[in-house]
């Protein structure tokens, strides 16, 4: 809405209207980084006033997340036990500032933001769907893994053709060259590592899954996925900010350009602020959980984020926090199935260090720095040749 205000007052700049002159500050809105700067600022002040609104509401509606049973916490119980009841769907929050920000602050038509917002809200309605299930049966399962499967392969699906077959989101510049979506980059090579093809729509398919999960497994102690969200977040923010201006991203930098990417970073900064938003409430000891409504949005938000960006590998990188709590389960199911034996105490790998004797807030605060330090490391790699 805003740049459509710029337009309107550029327009009549043009035409010499009377009222424009007096406007003059409309001019600010033709900016992404005034624009995404606003967006994260409404997005965190939404939060701020509707945060203890919805927690009353939920509950109200008695929407307390359920926790697993001694049996399965093995040790934990004790810990997180006094968790149960906490008002869970926090999610919707951070869905709904952040889709208010993009609707004010974006250029609703790009596609990208067309993409990205709808991989969010799509996942994050089977997100809702799945706490509104556990909340009804009063346990900790929700949808079934079919039906939950299906549905993110159904996302994934649509976002990678969509991406894939339209003409804006398809064709990028690098370099001196033009590239397809299809084709593999990293940072440190000038040139495409591979060119997969059609094969390109399972892989963004894979990758959008891949991600949402692993938000969702990350999405265990109060405060980690959604501090860690915002560092990853404020990490792509830079890279879409930097992949949208032709000389940065092609002569300095060497990275896929494409001019639609800048509306990207209003989705990415009101991510941020809603992150920050729902922090406040989210954190030690947390008055509110996002629940699957808000991992599995974000989650999958991030792997489009990724995929829009041409930078998918390097979210093994900024994202490895997300990429070692998914990693641990993998691996953890995997050796129990083929050795009877458990690599980790218990996994997401959160609650190994917990049971070796981290207190909550430690394992928090050093992920967020583990974080913190794969994020400049993803960014410092945008400048090496």
Excluded at 42 to 47: E, H, K, R, V
Excluded at 89 to 106: A, D, H, P, R, Y
Excluded at 174 to 185: A, F, G, R, T
Excluded at 295 to 308: E, F, H, N, R, W
Aim: net charge positive.
């Amino acid at each position: 809405m805003l740049y459509y205000l710029y337009e309107l007052w550029s327009s009549a700049m043009e035409q010499d209207a009377g009222w424009a002159k007096a406007f003059k500050f409309l001019n600010l809105f033709q900016y992404i980084t005034f624009r995404a700067l606003f967006a994260c600022i409404l997005s965190f002040a939404l939060s701020l006033v509707l945060g203890p609104r919805l927690i009353a509401v939920l509950k109200l509606l008695k929407a307390g997340q359920p926790i697993r049973g001694a049996e399965l916490m093995r040790g934990l119980h004790e810990k997180h036990g006094a968790k149960a009841g906490t008002p869970t769907m926090g999610g919707v929050m951070i869905i709904g500032t952040v889709l208010i920000s993009v609707l004010l602050c974006g250029r609703i038509m790009n596609p990208f933001l067309v993409v990205t917002m709808f991989s969010m809200i799509s996942l994050g309605l089977l997100g809702f769907l799945d706490d509104y299930m556990k909340v009804v049966k009063k346990n900790a399962d929700g949808v079934n893994a079919k039906t939950k499967l299906l549905w993110q392969l159904g996302v994934g699906a649509i976002v990678a053709i969509f991406l894939y077959t339209k003409q804006e989101t398809s064709v990028y510049q690098l370099v001196d060259q033009q590239i397809s979506i299809s084709e593999i980059c990293f940072p440190l090579l000038k040139t495409p590592i591979i060119n997969l093809a059609w094969l390109i729509v399972p892989f963004f398919i894979i990758l959008c899954i891949g991600s949402s999960n692993a938000v969702n497994l990350t999405d265990g102690l109060d405060g980690l996925a959604i501090g860690v969200t915002v560092i990853v977040s404020l990490a792509y923010s830079i890279i879409a900010y930097l992949a949208h201006h032709q000389w940065l991203a092609t002569e300095y930098l060497s990275i896929p350009h494409n001019p639609y990417l800048g509306e990207i970073v209003i989705f990415l900064m009101a991510l941020v602020g809603a992150g920050f938003g729902f922090l406040w409430f989210n954190c030690h000891p947390a008055k509110v959980f996002m629940g699957d409504t808000g991992s599995l949005a974000i989650g999958g938000a991030l792997g489009t984020v990724a995929i829009c960006t041409k930078q998918e590998l390097l979210l093994v990188i900024i994202g490895g926090v997300f990429v070692m709590e998914a990693v641990s389960v993998i691996l953890q199911v995997g050796s129990f199935k083929l050795r009877g034996k458990r690599i980790f105490r218990m996994a997401p790998i959160h609650h190994h260090f917990e049971l070796g004797g981290w207190h909550e807030n430690q394992v928090i605060i050093r992920f967020w720095i583990l974080s913190i330090f794969l994020a400049l490391v993803g960014l410092g790699l945008m400048k090496v040749l």
